[in-house]
């Protein structure tokens, strides 16, 4: 059965909406408060530790005990009850909680062999106008719509990169919710006429094709991002969501100097997702126009620095040093601009695990998860960070929460070479090698051919290990164990050695 629900007293607590109810009335709870009171229904009469509730509740963030009691405080003033003589939440002095009375656990509708998760994308609306060259305005309204979704918290949301992987195919609702994970599917189109847009948006259930929600907009150009984000809001409402207020700077029109600036930025992340060596400078052209006009515009600064970030990855870098300064420098004035955005907090994590700061980049990593548990990248960098840091099962856990993110993300080769490592490393030989070659099979950098040399040794296969030795020296003429390191500075050195012992009985020179 899929449980649905928790009843207690006179409240429920819908898990799938993810709500809670008195009766008819519908009582509003903050994220985390609503994950501590799920914590305490799983396990009502059982004395949960403050640990255990901290680490359950926030999982990837350092807090104390007084976060967790101003949460507990949230929760019984919400359901009226006294610490003195509790009827919900009891306090066990110095230990932690325990969920009080009687807790009906409510099921309805068996789930069906291949049920698509309760999930949301959000696809790449359609250009109505007739000048192809406004595509950048469709995809990148769809885009921050996506962005604004995501950072809903509760509401799992797969990353745009893998549903705009499907723009060019048929819409196939079931398809596509298959494809991506996902049982709602965001679509629409934009129709940019003169300085006015209109834009159509609908949410398509893909267990059965309905349409749940849907709406026309009719709007001037220069109210794109409240646009956006009344979309975004009333898409969440449909699934059973609230959005968090609209950020200051989208309440209020765009003037003309300002809409600029965002036209520039949308038309940099469209060069920005071809992720070709070309459409990198484009795209980088396009954030540093939209920064001449606003310097403040925190996602023109995001665009600078994962535009350094593709080139370090890629290798493309003229000069790395330099790229990963600029890098750091965006990244850091993300930050400056908006504390609270987690895209800022990744792309610093991302630097930081390029040079080897190991300890900086999970605590940037950590916050961006904090802040937005969608974002795949983060959980990328940090699946990499704990695999080439000796600890594989935890690293495999984050590289596998990556892929379920983004299942068709343009860069799932880097997952698939994360996972291949994490695998060797574990001595699990033949799941190294499956992934190695999956990852090969998306990109042919040398890379995967390392893990496949290393994962041959650790299978006995001494033979297998020094012809893939071979193709790897042939893929990367001149590398040698030392030379490793350079694009895996934050291997611990227990890692290197381990590496060292597994590439030295293949045959690779040290």
């Given at each position: 059965m899929r449980l649905r629900s928790y009843e207690f007293g006179p409240f429920r607590l819908d898990v799938v909406r993810q709500q809670l109810w008195e009766g008819e009335t519908h009582r509003d709870l903050t994220p985390k408060a609503y994950d501590l009171l799920l914590h305490l229904l799983e396990r009502p009469g059982e004395l949960l530790e403050k640990q255990t509730l901290l680490d359950g509740v926030w999982p990837d963030v350092v807090v104390g005990d007084s976060v967790l009691k101003v949460r507990i405080s949230e929760l019984r003033k919400v359901l009226r009850d006294d610490p003195a003589k509790p009827r919900f939440i009891e306090t066990a002095h110095r230990k932690g909680y325990r969920f009080l009375g009687k807790v009906n656990a409510l099921g309805t509708d068996p789930v069906a062999e291949g049920a698509l998760p309760e999930a949301l994308a959000v696809t790449v609306f359609e250009n109505r106008g007739e000048d192809s060259a406004l595509d950048y305005l469709s995809e990148g309204i769809a885009s921050a719509v996506c962005g604004r979704l995501s950072a809903v918290g509760r509401l799992p949301v797969i990353a745009f990169a893998s549903s705009a992987t499907l723009a060019e195919t048929r819409f196939d609702a079931g398809r596509w919710g298959e494809r991506l994970g996902a049982r709602y599917l965001v679509r629409g189109s934009v129709q940019r006429i003169d300085d006015r847009l209109r834009v159509q948006a609908e949410l398509i259930d893909a267990e059965d094709g309905t349409a749940r929600w849907g709406e026309r907009y009719d709007r001037p150009l220069v109210d794109v991002r409240s646009l956006e984000d009344e979309i975004a809001d009333q898409v969440a409402c449909s699934v059973g969501q609230r959005l968090f207020d609209p950020l200051p700077h989208h309440r209020k029109r765009l003037d003309p100097e300002s809409f600029g600036a965002y036209d520039a930025l949308l038309r940099g992340a469209y060069f920005q997702r071809r992720q070709t060596k070309e459409t990198a400078g484009q795209a980088r052209?396009?954030?540093?126009?939209?920064?001449?006009?606003?310097?403040?515009?925190?996602?023109?600064?995001?665009?600078?620095?994962?535009?350094?970030?593709?080139?370090?990855?890629?290798?493309?870098?003229?000069?790395?040093?330099?790229?990963?300064?600029?890098?750091?420098?965006?990244?850091?004035?993300?930050?400056?601009?908006?504390?609270?955005?987690?895209?800022?907090?990744?792309?610093?994590?991302?630097?930081?695990?390029?040079?080897?700061?190991?300890?900086?980049?999970?605590?940037?990593?950590?916050?961006?998860?904090?802040?937005?548990?969608?974002?795949?990248?983060?959980?990328?960098?940090?699946?990499?960070?704990?695999?080439?840091?000796?600890?594989?099962?935890?690293?495999?856990?984050?590289?596998a929460e990556a892929v379920r993110l983004s299942p068709l993300d343009p860069e799932l080769w880097l997952s698939r070479l994360g996972q291949a490592v994490g695998e060797c490393m574990a001595g699990r030989p033949e799941a190294a090698i499956k992934r190695a070659r999956e990852s090969l099979a998306q990109s042919p950098l040398w890379q995967a051919r390392l893990v496949l040399t290393m994962s041959r040794v650790v299978k006995g296969d001494l033979e297998g290990a020094r012809d893939e030795c071979q193709a790897l020296q042939a893929a990367k003429p001149g590398l040698t164990i030392a030379t490793v390191w350079t694009t895996m500075p934050s291997a611990t050195p227990e890692v290197r050695t381990r590496f060292a012992e597994l590439l030295g009985k293949a045959g690779l020179p040290a």
């Open positions: 052209a396009c954030y540093e126009e939209a920064l001449v006009i606003d310097e403040d515009l925190v996602h023109a600064h995001y665009g600078m620095a994962i535009s350094y970030a593709f080139d370090l990855m890629n290798l493309t870098a003229e000069n790395p040093a330099e790229s990963a300064a600029k890098l750091f420098m965006h990244g850091r004035r993300c930050i400056e601009i908006d504390e609270e955005w987690a895209l800022g907090h990744a792309v610093s994590g991302f630097g930081c695990t390029m040079i080897g700061q190991r300890d900086q980049a999970e605590r940037f990593l950590r916050r961006a998860i904090s802040l937005d548990r969608n974002l795949p990248g983060p959980h990328n960098q940090r699946g990499f960070l704990r695999v080439l840091g000796g600890q594989p099962e935890e690293g495999l856990a984050h590289l």
